[in-house]
């Protein structure tokens, strides 16, 4: 092929990644000319020679590690026959339309600086390059230059200057880019004075020594303790106010995993990648842990280093330690750092910290492998703000504004929905501000100016008070669950129909009502409710989410007078009663999640929790995976009957059952009755994919058990990758049903 000519656009996250310098090289190496450049919509070029077809082709398959290429559109000009490749200055103006990187782990090239004696960043905490480092918790403000970063404040020195000027260096353009002499310094304190010795040694002998050390990371301050130490991890928990809900662990390396949990190559890829999140993995017998750590859980939380401060702290300490977000229980993380102090004391005994300031909260992801595929439970700092790319467009600007616990909101345009960060539960001035912050944030960084704002239909929600105080924008309502199904059906890629299983605790229904165990018609456009749970009141309203034994008796009534579950509340059995009977304070809900309370509390598991879900993890927990067995649930008139597998549970306990037996037998049946209850809506609506969501399918036994049966029935089924099935990934589901509901409306 003789030479041509080509102008070029690549779009995706294709700045501050290197891409201007892996194109200069991509390029001198194939001998074409040309030139690169950054605008607001990605990178431009414009090659010329013989080899423009295998530049193509490289430019997507060679991209740097922390690229994200979408798109690569080539359209062929006339030839200039100038010789030599160039990187050319970025032109002013345009929407901002480029994607900004997610903060990224440490790169084995920095790795190798900061262990390297010679080197100039020889264990300097802050080395990084374009292939690594903070990116999304230092952005400022867009185009992504050091001036718009908490950067801003540390002028390069000539050696940093130098690289950040060179396109062969690999810190050409790296905006976070510094050095001892130049960068951010490390400290440890005692919450007010400096300590005296170096500050990673010095920290590691506090930890050696039990004691509870603040660490900040890139997204906001954490809780360190070495994770063997018994009296650390037990006096953290009691600090934190934590006193159930498992810790993080980091380890140093795949080596060191391997040593506390059941690991095969999936969860090696996601351990090690340059996301690090949480990665939740089966726990070894007699894993070296205190046992304060992650109490009663067959699972651990495990986390490699991501940042240089890591890898030095767990080289020196020399075993796994405790890695837990800086708070006190149901608070956001602490990042800011005239606040750590004071939100941490009595908590804290010293603080590991230095002067490059954080911009964006951001809490770890948490991930775990399913059949072959990563599943994200909380996706924040290492997936967010990459986008989640949709089929279709959104045909005009959309935010979506989440649920009320575990929120993240979702700004959409064209085919990208930003995803916000994990906010938390919105319950507190701290955490909402978070949201009406970050959503202006996002604006600014993507240029998404709201046109339809989506929100949830309960009307006390704090996001859906936030939606109808906007002005000049268009609202449309989205009913919880629907939401669930949409966002499971954006997540694979696919517009419905679907029957769409909705199981959570918590959703407000169309009738006023709290529904939780639905079976829906849906696609991305509206749904029908084809059955659901058989609804029972719920004692004391949220008291009952707070003490799954109102559950238990809302279910049971006065046949539980011979259960321990009725002797360990028998003072309050009656009134708790009446208040259903008379329908007092009791609304009506269809909850798979307050089912499983109701059994969790009746097999002895909990009473009363200290976190959210956690009746439910702990009966998961209980159950014998190897029990095969199930009760069985009738179904009138597209009703399930919870109370069927409530009494089977009660029947074997009063027959001396092992409870672990109970716990399987519950689980089998529950998805025994989903599948049972898909086939006939299949054979009813003609719909033979089945979408699964909500927060009750973060039960691992209970998803497994029913993925399997629904495909041996002949049903495809869709769960979730890229965004959780809890109500994080709420948002990403009312803004493809906003888009979807706008076109209808425009178009009729």
């Keep these: 092929m003789g030479p041509v000519r080509m102008a070029v656009r690549i779009e995706g996250v294709v700045q501050g990644v290197g891409f201007r310098p892996f194109v200069h090289a991509l390029a001198t190496r194939l001998g074409l000319a040309g030139h690169v450049g950054n605008d607001a919509s990605g990178v431009f070029v414009e090659v010329e020679g013989t080899r423009v077809a295998e530049f193509l082709d490289a430019v997507r398959a060679e991209a740097p590690p922390l690229a994200v290429v979408e798109s690569v559109r080539a359209v062929e000009m006339k030839r200039s026959g100038l010789a030599g490749f160039f990187i050319v200055a970025s032109p002013g103006g345009g929407a901002a339309s480029t994607l900004v990187s997610a903060d990224s782990a440490t790169c084995d090239d920095c790795l190798r600086e900061l262990n390297d004696p010679a080197d100039r960043r020889y264990r300097y905490p802050f080395v990084n390059c374009t292939n690594c480092g903070p990116r999304f918790t230092i952005v400022r403000g867009v185009p992504y230059d050091r001036p718009l970063t908490t950067m801003a404040g540390f002028p390069l020195c000539a050696a940093c200057a130098g690289e950040y000027a060179d396109p062969a260096d690999r810190r050409f353009h790296a905006q ?21 010795g170096d500050p990673v040694s010095s920290t590691v002998d506090l930890l050696a020594a039990g004691k509870v050390v603040a660490v900040k990371g890139l997204g906001g301050y954490h809780l360190a303790v070495d994770a063997g130490h018994r009296f650390a991890a037990a006096s953290l928990r009691a600090r934190k106010h934590r006193e159930d809900k498992p810790f993080a662990v980091m380890v140093p390396d795949l080596e060191g995993a391997r040593k506390l949990c059941e690991m095969d190559d999936l969860a090696a890829l996601l351990l090690s990648g340059r996301r690090r999140p949480i990665v939740l993995l089966p726990r070894l017998p007699g894993a070296p842990v205190a046992d304060a750590v ?27 330690m405790v890695l837990t977000s800086a708070n006190v229980s149901d608070e956001p993380i602490v990042y800011a750092d005239d606040e750590a102090p004071a939100r941490l004391a009595g908590i804290a005994d010293a603080y590991l910290t230095h002067d490059r300031a954080i911009h964006i909260r951001t809490d770890d992801s948490v991930v775990r492998p399913f059949r072959g595929r990563e599943q994200v439970q909380r996706r924040s700092r290492g997936y967010a703000p990459e986008p989640v790319t949709v089929q279709g467009e959104f045909p005009w600007h959309v935010l979506a504004c989440g649920a009320e616990l575990k929120n993240t909101f979702c700004l959409a345009k064209g085919r990208h929905a930003f995803l916000s960060h994990h906010i938390g539960d919105l319950e507190n001035y701290e955490t909402l501000r978070s949201f009406t912050e970050g959503i202006a944030h996002f604006g600014r960084l993507f240029d998404v100016r709201p046109e339809v704002v989506a929100h949830d239909l309960h009307p006390e929600y704090l996001s859906t008070k936030y939606a109808f105080e906007l002005d000049d924008v268009e609202l449309v309502g989205v009913q919880h669950h629907h939401a669930h199904i949409a966002s499971c059906l954006a997540d694979n890629g696919e517009a419905g129909p679907v029957l769409g299983v909705a199981f959570d605790g918590t959703g407000y229904g169309t009738d006023g009502t709290i529904w939780g165990g639905e079976f829906l018609l849906a696609d991305l456009r509206g749904f029908r409710r084809l059955g659901h749970l058989a609804p029972v009141r719920m004692p ?12 238990a008796a809302a279910y049971l009534g006065t046949s539980a007078a011979d259960l321990d579950v009725f002797r360990r509340n028998a003072s309050q059995w009656p009134a708790v009663l009446s208040m259903a009977e008379t329908a007092t304070n009791s609304p009506w809900t269809s909850s798979a999640g307050r089912l499983f309370d109701a059994v969790a509390a009746l097999l002895g598991l909990r009473d009363r929790i200290n976190y959210e879900g956690q009746a439910a993890i702990e009966l998961e927990q209980l159950a014998d995976v190897s029990h095969r067995s199930a009760y069985s649930a009738s179904i009138t008139d597209s009703v399930i009957s919870g109370a069927d597998l409530v009494d089977a549970c009660a029947r074997d306990l009063r027959a001396g059952v092992p409870t672990p037996l109970i716990a399987a037998r519950f689980h089998n049946g529950v998805a025994e009755v989903i599948t049972r209850a898909c086939v006939a809506f299949a054979d009813q609506t003609g719909v033979h994919t089945v979408a699964l969501s909500g927060g009750v399918f973060q039960n691992l036994l209970l998803l497994d ?18 965004v959780p099935t809890n109500d994080g990934g709420i948002s990403l589901g009312q803004a493809v049903i906003a888009a979807n509901a706008q076109v209808q409306s425009v178009h009729g």
């Design 176 to 196: 976070p880019v510094c050095c001892p002499e130049c960068g951010p310094r490390l400290r440890l304190t005692d919450g007010v004075d400096e300590l005296p």
């Design 294 to 320: 992650s109490p009663g859980n067959r699972r651990l939380g495990l986390i490699l280093p991501y940042t240089p401060l890591h890898h030095l702290l767990l080289a020196e300490l020399g075993r796994p």
């Design 540 to 551: 004391g309203g949220a008291a009952a989410i707070k003490q799954p034994w109102r559950m």
């Design 705 to 722: 058990r029913t993925v399997t049966a629904l495909e041996a029935s002949g049903l495809r089924v869709l769960t979730h990758s890229r």
